[in-house]
């Protein structure tokens, strides 16, 4: 079984920081890509920013320049540096994983970490 596990989020002023981690535990023998997600109330998720494990890295455009995807390969964790807040920015952020355990590939979900950005 794998389990991806995020800390780090909470309450913000807007124009705050915040920084996001998500630990991959159990039988991990490999992980391709790992990324952040979004979901706001009544909207659908959507795409934050991903990471490849060569470093090759992916961000939505309304966080481009204020969001920086990093992780570390041999803890499997991914972590996200938020600043510049927005209010827009709040929402439940999920973290996803590609991971190989056994001799199968297959997509794993955090059970998310509440971000809310104040004015």
């Known amino acids: 079984q794998v389990q991806l596990v995020e800390s780090g989020g909470g309450l913000v002023q807007a124009g705050g920081s915040l920084r996001l981690s998500c630990a991959g535990s159990?039988?991990?023998?490999?992980?391709?890509?790992m990324g952040w997600y979004r979901q706001a109330p009544g909207k659908q998720r959507e795409l934050v920013a991903t990471m490849t494990s060569g470093g090759m890295t992916n961000y939505a455009d309304s966080v481009k320049g204020r969001f920086t995807i990093s992780r570390d390969n041999v803890q499997n964790t991914v972590y996200l540096q938020m600043n510049s807040l927005k209010r827009e920015d709040t929402a439940v952020y999920l973290c996803n994983a590609r991971v190989l355990y056994g001799t199968t590939w297959d997509a794993f979900w955090g059970q998310g970490t509440q971000v809310t950005v104040s004015s």
């Open positions: 159990g039988s991990i023998f490999g992980i391709n890509t």
